[in-house]
Structure formats: C-alpha cells, structure tokens
C-alpha cells in the first residue's frame, strides 16, 4: 500500500497514472534526497488519478481537446478566474501589458485581451489557446458540477488507506486532496504537502470550498495532528494567494521556492529541498 499518494493538477486528461508517477517518483525521490532523507520506495508511492473525467469522450475524426475560442469563456467564475490569471502574469512579468482598471471579463473584447495576454507571458509560453480555455473549464467544472466533484474526490479517498502517511498535491489537485481529507476527518494522514496552489483565492475557490468556510476560515483537513506545508513560487500564476495561513490559520507552513522559467511545473516543485523536508516529516522511520 501507498505511504505517500499524489494527486495531479490541472492539463492531465491525456496522461494516466503511470506515465505521471513516471515522472514524480524520480522527482519526489529527489526532493527527499536535498532533505537527507532516503526515497521511498516506487511501490509506496501512488497516483490518485482523476484526469480522465474532463477527458472528452473520443468519436470518428476528432482527436484531443475540443477546439476551444475565446467565445467558449463563460461569463461567471471562467471570466473572472482568467482575469485573475491576466493580473497576476501582469504583476510577475514585464512582458505582459496589465489590465486596466476599467477592464471587464464580461465583455468578449476583454477576454481576447486577457487570452491575448497570456499567451505572451513567460508562464503560458507554448500553451495553445484551446488548451488555456479547456484549462479554465477544468476548474470551474470541478467547483460547479457536483457530479465530477464527487467522482475527483472520491478518486483520492479510494486512494488513500491505512498505510498513507504523506499526501502531496499539485495545483487543482489541492483543492481535490484538501476536500477529500476534510471526509476523512478521522484518517491519521501525517502530512498534507500542496504545491503551487489555487486553495487561497478568495471568492473563485476559497469561498466554493466543499466543506463551506465558517466565519472566513477554512477546516483544517484530517487530524489536527497533521502537518500541513504550503510551497508556491513567486511566479506562480495558478497560486495566485502564496500564504494560506491568512485562510487556513497560522499552522500551515508556508514556503516561496524559485523553480525558475517553470514556475508551475511539479517536478520543479517535488525536487525542491523544502519539498522533500515536509514530505519527510510525514514518513515515519523505518
């Protein structure tokens, strides 16, 4: 069984579990190596895998995502979260002109600027714009459809049993994983490990949390034995709010890491020391 389960982000509806744990176990490996920490085991690692449930559903001549414009941006939470995205790419890299005070996602002429935008910025440098919209719908679907809500979730509890000390999350993966231990209140999980995550913006995701905050605080996940460590970089566009304790209390750890041209990218994060210190002080000794 998994000591340390991962839950993937968002942009990995045509991956599956093993090409990403391909791809994880080395960098997690990694991460505890630049702790002094031996790797665990490939056996004890696993992947709640949920991608597959915003994967479109294959038919005769069409391959991938579907083609995706700047008209297919609903009004609503997709306009206002890519406004965010707009400001905070703005706010971390010269290159991206910022929206001005009067802009309004309401108006088609707004989202092209924002698409527009970002596809100049360092941060989405290579992202097809289909791919930015297809991203987009990814997070509003998992906050507005309860069915799909329910299926992620239940993807990582499924995941996670008896012998899992150590859950690490990456991007929408830690609102799934945050969710999914909230139901699980009673799972002695050690430690909670997001990466690059969107679980601090206020009105787009904190406020849509599942369970609801109460009186502007979130729940703490599982055990109030557990350690959670928060680790985002400052370019980090998806992780717009890099200090949850403001959300989540002062018990979160919060860490800023520089993983360089990609900031958003999880092997980056998994090989970081800080990384691998909190992953470790979740594991038991051996």
Same mark, same amino acid.
């Given at each position: 069984?998994?000591r340390?389960v991962?839950?993937h982000?968002?942009?990995?509806?045509?991956?599956?579990e093993?090409?990403?744990?391909s791809?994880w176990?080395?960098?997690l490996?990694?991460g505890l190596?630049?702790?002094?920490?031996?790797?665990?085991?490939?056996a004890?690692?696993?992947?709640?895998?949920?991608?597959?449930?915003f994967?479109?559903?294959?038919?005769l001549?069409a391959?991938?995502?579907?083609?995706?414009t700047?008209?297919d941006v609903?009004?609503?939470?997709?306009?206002?979260? +890519? !406004?965010?995205?707009w400001?905070?790419? $703005? &706010?971390?890299?010269?290159?991206v002109a910022?929206?001005? #005070? /009067? *802009?309004? %996602?309401?108006?088609?002429?707004?989202?092209?600027?924002?698409?527009?935008?970002?596809?100049?910025?360092?941060?989405f440098?290579?992202?097809?714009?289909?791919?930015l919209?297809?991203?987009?719908?990814q997070?509003?679907?998992? +906050? !507005?459809d309860?069915?799909?809500?329910? $299926? &992620?979730?239940?993807?990582?509890?499924?995941?996670?049993t #008896? /012998? *899992?000390? %150590?859950?690490?999350a990456?991007?929408?993966?830690?609102?799934?994983?945050y969710?999914?231990?909230c139901?699980l209140p009673?799972h002695?999980?050690?430690?909670?490990?997001?990466?690059?995550?969107p679980?601090?913006i206020?009105? +787009?995701?904190?406020?849509?949390?599942?369970p $609801?905050p109460e009186?502007?605080?979130?729940?703490w996940?599982g055990?109030?034995?557990?350690?959670w460590?928060?680790?985002?970089d400052?370019?980090?566009?998806?992780?717009?709010?890099?200090?949850l304790?403001p959300?989540?209390g002062?018990?979160?750890?919060?860490?800023?890491?520089?993983?360089?041209?990609?900031?958003?990218?999880?092997?980056?994060?998994l090989?970081? $020391?800080?990384?691998?210190?909190?992953?470790?002080?979740?594991?038991?000794?051996?």
């Open positions: 069984m998994a340390v991962g839950v982000g968002i942009a990995q509806q045509m991956k599956g093993q090409v990403l744990l791809a176990r080395p960098a490996a990694d190596t630049r702790a002094a920490h031996a790797p665990v085991a490939d004890e690692v696993a992947m709640a895998f949920y991608g597959d449930l994967r479109p559903p294959g038919e001549l391959v991938g995502d579907p083609v995706l700047a008209a609903a009004p609503g939470l997709e306009r206002e979260l +890519l !406004l965010a995205w400001r905070q790419a $703005a &706010a971390v890299d010269e290159t910022p929206p001005d #005070a /009067d *802009t309004l %996602v309401r108006t088609p002429a707004s989202v092209q600027a924002a698409l527009r935008q970002l596809s100049r910025s360092r941060f440098a290579g992202v097809a714009l289909r791919a919209v297809f991203d987009l719908k997070v509003s679907r998992y +906050l !507005l309860a069915e799909v809500r329910r $299926a &992620a979730r239940q993807r990582v509890m499924d995941r996670i #008896a /012998d *899992t000390e %150590v859950v690490v990456h991007s929408l993966g830690s609102v799934v994983a969710e999914a231990l139901a009673e002695p999980v050690r430690a909670l490990v997001t990466l690059g995550s679980l601090g206020a009105h +787009l995701v904190f406020h849509r949390l599942d $609801a009186e502007g605080r979130g729940r996940p055990t109030e034995r557990m350690r460590t928060n680790i985002a400052h370019g980090d566009v998806v992780a717009l709010e890099k200090d304790r959300r989540f002062d018990r979160v750890r919060n860490a800023i890491v520089h993983n360089g041209a990609h900031a958003h990218d999880v092997t980056a994060y090989t970081e $020391a800080h990384t691998g210190e909190a992953i470790a002080g979740g594991l038991r000794a051996p």
